[in-house]
């Protein structure tokens, strides 16, 4: 069965410091992969997904993740972060036709 | 292209009674999902519809129905409400009924106390 794990419940970054949130997933065949932010009163939006070739995708707002198939893993990163994005960020899998979220990381940047 | 979007914002209900929530699909998606989430969670699927039907369901339990309008509207309801349906409510709009490839754009949610 189809799962996710973001080991990573909380991380907090200082502004302008790299980022890498972690996600782990359980998965037979190759998979199709997401990640969400999600702001306080908002809904997720979507910032890149893989489904197949070049394992480093380039996302919105300066976000990429590489997959890793030897790992199960397709963490998040960004080089420079910005105040604005603290948030939930959740990581995802696709089932046959619904998604299966992790747990979430919460992301706090102070100046 | 206007978002996806859901109603109410808040609502409280008592244990027992019964609720139904709305959600506005961006048009010419043909398939809905809805979401719950739990304070602390990630969101779990309940069940998507495409095109009216339903077309796939997680492990929720038959008080929690849905319907699907040709209007790109949709509604979950819950019946009998428990105190652990406490939660934020998320439908997703997406343009086919293949899922798994497809983006889902997901609506601001519904947050539902159960008292």
């Known amino acids: 069965a189809q799962s996710v794990t973001q080991p990573d419940i909380h991380i907090t970054v200082s502004e302008g410091a790299s980022l890498e949130l972690r996600c782990n997933y359980s998965y037979g065949a190759t998979p199709y992969l997401f990640w969400y932010v999600q702001s306080p009163g908002q809904g997720l939006q979507l910032l890149l997904k893989y489904f197949s070739g070049d394992t480093l995708v380039q996302g919105i707002k300066g976000f990429e993740a590489e997959f890793k198939r030897s790992q199960s893993s397709f963490n998040l990163r960004k080089p420079s972060v910005h105040w604005s994005d603290a948030a939930e960020y959740f990581c995802?899998?696709?089932?046959?036709?619904?998604?299966?979220f992790g747990t979430g990381t919460r992301l706090t940047v102070i100046p | 292209e206007t978002g996806v979007t859901q109603s109410p914002t808040h609502l409280i209900k008592t244990r027992g009674q019964q609720v139904t929530l709305r959600c506005s699909s961006q048009s010419g998606h043909n398939t809905v999902s809805w979401y719950q989430q739990a304070l602390g969670q990630g969101p779990q699927f309940i069940f998507q519809y495409y095109r009216e039907e339903e077309n796939g369901r997680g492990n929720f339990p038959p008080r929690f129905s849905g319907l699907q309008f040709p209007n790109y509207s949709s509604e979950l309801n819950v019946n009998a409400l428990e105190l652990d349906d406490s939660a934020l409510y998320l439908c997703a709009s997406s343009p086919s009924g293949r899922a798994a490839k497809d983006t889902q754009y997901f609506g601001p949610g519904t947050r539902l106390t159960v008292l």
């Open positions: 995802a899998v696709a089932g046959a036709n619904n998604l299966f």
